[in-house]
Every structure is written in C-alpha cells, then in structure tokens.
C-alpha cells in the first residue's frame, strides 16, 4: 500500500521538491554574498547613526527579494493544500480505483491512514525545508530590518519558525476532507483554498492576538519612534509606532491622566509643533523640531500602545503550531470517519 501510494503520488512530489529544490540552489549560490556584504559592511560604518543609514540602504536594497520570498513560503502550505491534499481522495473516487483496492483485502482504515500518513509528513517536510532555507538566506535582513519589520509581525510570523509546517498540515488534512465530501476534484481545489485563504486572514486579525496575552504599556513621543503627525485646521495629533521589535496591536494617544485624546491642544500646532518651512535645497520640509515633543512631555502627552512584545514569538509560534495541529487531526478523524461510514 506505501508503493502504490507513493507511485501515484511521484509526479505532485516531483513538482514541489523539484521547485524547492532549484529555490534552495539559488539561495544558497546568493545568501553568502548577501551575509559578507551585510557584515563587512557593519564593521565599516562605525557610529550608531551611520550604521542605521546603512541597515536601511541594505534592505532597501534587498527588499523585493525579501518579500517574494516570504510569499513563497507562505504559499507553499496553500499549494500542498489544493495540489497534494484535494485531489488525493476525489481522483480516485472519479476514476473508482479506490473498490479496486478495497477488494484486495485492504481496509479502508489502512487504505486512508496510509495515504494520509505518507503524504502528510511529506507535506509537512516540504513546508519545513522550505521555511528553513529562506530563515537562513533572510538571516541579515531579518536583522537590518529589526525594528521596521520584526518577525513577530504577522506577514514575517508566518514565513518563520516552525507555523509554516502546521498550516501544510492543516492544508493538506483540509484539502482531503474537502475532497472527501465533495467528490469532485477541482471544486475540492476551489474550495480549499477559498477556505484555507480566509483562516490565514482570519488567525493573525482576531485569533493570534488573544493566543498569548498581549502587554499594555505608555511610551513617551519622541522623534524616534512618532508615526503620522496629522494637522487639519488648528487641530493637532501624533500617532505612535509602538515598541521597536513588537507587534503593535493599537496605539493611542492619552493625556496627563492618562485618559485617550484625540486631537492636542491647538496651541502646539501653532507653536513648537507648526509646520516647518521647505528646507533650503528644495527638498521636502524636515520633521517637527526636538522642541515640538519637549512640548509634549511638558504636557504630559504619551503614547498607549497594545502589543505583543518580540520574546512572545516562539510562545506564540508553538501555541498557533498546535492549534493547527488539533485541527488537522480533527479533520483526519472526520476523514476516518466518513470514509468507513458514508463513503462508497
């Protein structure tokens, strides 16, 4: 039963692996020029100020292929999921090979636990690989970009760590189950990833957030980490980014007595916080002046921000890696079931 499961399933491997195969390559032809000109450059840009311009420049540089590759890994699970995952059971439910079988003293129990044991740790095992060489190959640009795009962020969370294999696990058990009860290959195909797509959008909007406690802290206004400063009229307001390395999940702006306010007092508008003339060169007005947030501070002006702090990452990843991991084996189950129950 392993031979004929893994022979029909050569081609569909053949393709992932082949392609994580030739990524692989190509990371690993590009990722130690990548690492020297990151380091060298370190050691060579001596102040504080002058290497921050140039972690910045680095990843600049090297952004697009940053991101592409994040998508990459992001979308393997949801490949595996409607390539490996839906057409496993409907194949051969359409074509009936599955009676052949049954009548060659095969039980349907081993027949689908030997389908989905195979190819299910293959899946994971793709996604694994996967994962692990783009973490090494981003290993400077996860470091440059720090504090713009810490890993805890939702898009950097779900192309790191070891969350990628769970959602090939739940993809691919998600995939069969769709299949299981639809019957037909491509609208099993369709289904699944309309379904997987909508709990990837779902889990970092309103279910990883409460998986771990977040902390709750106020920071002070500073020309450091301020975000959008807003003048409309004679009113005044700050937005602030949040903690350097977390994953901010609001952020307001409170008073002295730490009630939320909205708009500043119109006097910093027009005061230490007005508009500062274009700059001398042509170019675009610099931002407010260090006397605009000393202003601030006077006032008693501060940021509260919501967030999950940086050293959440791996508590997070293990608690969203085994909920995925409880759901896959939920649809297992349900799988098992149908197929000695319903399933003809």
């Not at 709990?199 to 920071?219: C, D, K, N, S, Y």
Request: charged share 15%.
């Amino acid at each position: 039963m392993i031979w004929l499961t893994l022979r029909q399933f050569r081609v569909q491997a053949a393709v992932v692996f082949g392609g994580l195969a030739a990524l692989g390559a190509v990371l690993a032809i590009t990722g130690p020029g990548i690492s020297d000109g990151y380091h060298s450059g370190l050691a060579a840009c001596g102040t504080r100020e002058n290497c921050s311009q140039f972690t910045a420049r680095f990843f600049n540089d090297h952004r697009s292929y940053f991101g592409a590759l994040a998508v990459i890994v992001m979308s393997v699970p949801g490949i595996i999921g409607v390539f490996w995952g839906a057409p496993l059971i409907t194949r051969e439910l359409e074509s009936g090979t599955h009676r052949l079988v049954w009548n060659q003293s095969i039980t349907r129990t081993r027949w689908l636990a030997v389908k989905l044991g195979v190819i299910g740790l293959a899946a994971m095992a793709a996604a694994g690989l996967a994962v692990l060489a783009a973490t090494w190959w981003s290993g400077p640009l996860d470091e440059a970009a720090h504090d713009r795009f810490p890993r805890i962020t939702p898009l950097m969370f779900d192309a790191r760590g070891i969350t990628p294999i769970g959602y090939a696990a739940f993809a691919f058990a998600l995939g069969v189950t769709v299949g299981v009860l639809v019957r037909r290959t491509l609208p099993a195909m369709a289904i699944t990833l309309v379904v997987f797509v909508a709990v990837q959008i779902a889990m970092p909007t309103w279910i990883r957030p409460h998986l771990i406690p977040p902390e709750t802290g106020t920071v002070p206004i500073t020309s450091e980490n301020h975000g959008d400063i807003l003048l409309n009229g004679d009113a005044f307001s700050v937005q602030v980014r949040g903690v350097p390395g977390a994953w901010t999940l609001s952020a307001e702006t409170v008073d002295a007595s730490g009630r939320t306010v909205g708009d500043m007092p119109t006097s910093l508008a027009a005061g230490p916080c007005a508009p500062p003339p274009p700059s001398a060169d042509g170019g675009p007005p610099m931002g407010p002046a260090q006397a605009c947030f000393d202003a601030i501070a006077e006032l008693g002006y501060r940021g509260k921000v919501v967030y999950q702090p940086g050293d959440h990452f791996w508590p997070l990843q293990w608690a969203e890696t085994g909920l995925f991991t409880a759901l896959s084996l939920g649809l297992a189950g349900f799988c098992f079931f149908w197929t000695r129950r319903r399933l003809s």
